[in-house]
């Protein structure tokens, strides 16, 4: 029996030293994609294609010959972009990476089609160390009908990190310049772009994020933004942020209206001056649109600050039913530890999705995927419970 028991033991400990190196090896993988040069299959007379991407993992080798490891399943799909060739798609996607493991997944293209069968644009398959390993971790694969897929990896930032630290701001336009033709009126939005630090040099920017279209408005106010400060700025209050404003284009041709850079700390130190100042009509926390030397009007910070998230856990001791309570307390006695966490602030590619009508609502990058059973405690040892709750301010 004592020998048995060893081996057991022994073979349980190896399963966990087994598991501690496996865990060792994994790390959560963030993936954005952008095409060029698609082949348009809209048809004669129809236009150009609205491109969307579907990201599929690719079943492990282990599961195909043994039945073992990961299935094949759907990562997700990307938002649709319409009239366009050379797509930036904003959504993300998440997966866990083994780096002791080949890890491979499909990214096929498709043209939406609103009155019948989308049309496929091709498919490319790639490795997620081939991606790592390259340079800036950003591989090109082309399409057999034409075309190139681009992938970009990146570490992707801790879950907790992602859904506590926030940043909320608004803009507003003043005086934008009219772009649109001597009978028109623009219809503007803007996308914010991160800085993308690569190896090797070949740094670049990325879009994050794309508000939506105000149609014929020269001093639009826009809906108010929330992104992650790590998918804005890697946590950086101080790096450089790009916001771009378009003139939106049912083409997909959309015309610049100019730039601007700034950081979260700078965002939230205009919109302080901005209110501060509000009841004397000055507008301290303006940018000023440039494209080149041009001026294309000003763009007001209406607000900018943290979202913080507090968490509040309450511990609560009480006696055993069969345990005297202590002299002179009629009652058990109770502990209450309130832990609460907080928060810090630090401040986030290509055209929005045209239709008929172009979109009124904003694109958010966006995704995403036996022990031994435990003695029972003894008699003496109180039960515990524990009570959560978050509040988001």
């Given at each position: 029996i004592t020998t048995i028991t060893?081996?057991?033991?022994?073979?349980?400990?190896?399963?966990n030293n087994n598991n501690n190196k496996n865990n060792n090896n994994t790390e959560r993988i963030q993936l954005s994609?952008?095409?060029?040069?698609?082949?348009?299959?809209a048809g004669l007379f129809k236009g150009t294609s609205d491109p969307y991407a579907v990201v599929t993992q690719i079943a492990s080798l282990s599961h195909l010959n043994n039945n073992n490891g990961e299935k094949p399943h759907i990562l997700g799909k990307t938002e649709v972009i319409k009239n366009t060739l050379s797509p930036h798609w904003v959504t993300m996607f998440d997966l866990e990476y083994d780096f002791a493991k080949e890890l491979k997944i499909n990214?096929?293209?498709?043209?939406?089609?609103?009155?019948?069968?989308?049309?496929?644009?091709?498919?490319?398959?790639?490795?997620?160390?081939?991606?790592?390993?390259?340079?800036?971790?950003?591989?090109?694969?082309?399409?057999?009908?034409?075309?190139?897929?681009?992938?970009?990896?990146?570490?992707?930032p801790p879950k907790e990190v992602t859904a506590a630290a926030t940043f909320e701001f608004q803009?507003?336009?003043?005086?934008?310049?009219?772009?649109?033709?001597?009978?028109?009126?623009?219809?503007?939005?803007?996308?914010?772009s991160k800085y993308i630090h690569a190896a090797g040099g070949s740094n670049a920017w990325q879009v994050v994020y794309r508000s939506e279209v105000i149609q014929n408005n020269l001093n639009p106010t826009w809906k108010s933004v929330q992104i992650s400060f790590d998918d804005l700025c890697h946590s950086n209050?101080?790096?450089?942020?790009r916001i771009t404003v378009k003139d939106w284009e049912k083409s997909g041709k959309h015309t610049p209206m100019g730039h601007f850079e700034t950081t979260v700390n700078e965002m939230i130190i205009m919109s302080t001056n901005n209110n501060n100042n509000n009841n004397n009509n000055k507008t301290t926390g303006g940018y000023t649109l440039k494209r080149g030397v041009k001026q294309f009007g000003q763009i007001?910070?209406?607000?900018?600050?943290?979202?913080?998230?507090t968490t509040t856990t309450t511990t609560t001791t009480e006696?055993?039913?069969?345990?005297?309570?202590?002299?002179?307390?009629a009652a058990p006695s109770a502990t209450a530890t309130t832990t609460a966490a907080a928060a810090t602030v630090v401040p986030l590619p290509?055209?929005?999705?045209?239709?008929?009508?172009?979109?009124?609502?904003?694109?958010?990058?966006?995704?995403?995927?036996?022990?031994?059973?435990p003695m029972a405690p003894p008699l003496a040892v109180p039960p515990t419970t524990t009570t959560t709750t978050t509040t988001t301010t």
């Open positions: 060893s081996i057991i033991m022994s073979n349980n400990n190896n399963d994609l952008y095409a060029q040069n698609l082949k348009n299959v990214v096929g293209v498709y043209d939406e089609i609103r009155k019948g069968d989308n049309k496929s644009m091709g498919s490319v398959i790639f490795e997620i160390g081939d991606i790592l390993g390259s340079r800036g971790n950003i591989k090109a694969k082309r399409l057999k009908n034409g075309g190139t897929i681009f992938c970009r990896a990146r570490k992707a803009l507003k336009g003043m005086k934008l310049k009219n772009v649109d033709g001597l009978f028109g009126k623009s219809d503007p939005f803007f996308e914010v209050h101080d790096e450089s942020i007001l910070v209406v607000n900018a600050s943290a979202i913080t998230t006696a055993p039913a069969d345990t005297a309570p202590p002299p002179a307390v290509p055209p929005p999705p045209p239709e008929e009508q172009p979109p009124t609502s904003p694109t958010k990058f966006g995704i995403s995927t036996v022990g031994l059973v």
